[in-house]
């Protein structure tokens, strides 16, 4: 299920590359609205969450396939992140983990002991992160620039002494 959601994210991450490429195109063109800061601020948050899933489902269909790849058919064994272990420890090895939150694939040797294998996990786990942080961080800017705005107008109706309509957002 993950691995057809994986190739779904990955025909998704080229046109949200072309969106944005486009989105900051228009803001360099001149004719801007008065309000495109607010509009730009609340884009940026949607499309850096929209790539934060797509990141990270593009890590949950890589675990899917490592861990199918890993239980059926010739030369399944051991598991492909985990070929990559020391001669020494790949003798010890018993099995894998896969780890769908956070994104890992796990060795696990006798002893009960666990060896974190190699793969791009630990880069899509910091990217699908710093994704959602970057979205987040926006909407907070959004909602900081509505407040400075809205504190600004109040100021000005005061120092007019009359009433100015709100602004429409």
Request: aromatic content about 8%; glycine content about 8%; some cysteine.
């Amino acid at each position: 299920m993950f691995v057809l959601l994986m190739y779904g994210a990955m025909l998704a991450a080229p046109l949200w590359a072309i969106a944005v490429v486009v989105k900051l195109i228009s803001v360099v063109v001149p004719g801007r609205r008065p309000d495109w800061l607010r509009d730009l601020l609340r884009w940026s948050a949607g499309m850096t969450a929209a790539a934060a899933v797509i990141v990270y489902t593009i890590g949950l269909g890589l675990v899917q396939w490592d861990a199918s790849e890993a239980e059926s058919g010739a030369g399944s064994s051991p598991a492909t992140p985990c070929r990559s272990l020391p001669p020494g420890v790949l003798q010890q090895l018993t099995g894998h983990e896969p780890s769908y939150f956070p994104l890992g694939f796990d060795c696990l040797l006798d002893g009960d002991r666990v060896v974190t294998a190699d793969g791009p996990y630990t880069l899509l786990n910091a990217l699908a992160a710093a994704f959602a942080l970057a979205a987040v961080l926006s909407l907070l800017a959004v909602g900081v620039l509505d407040e400075y705005q809205a504190r600004a107008e109040t100021k000005a109706r005061r120092a007019i002494g009359t009433q100015v309509p709100p602004r429409r957002r």
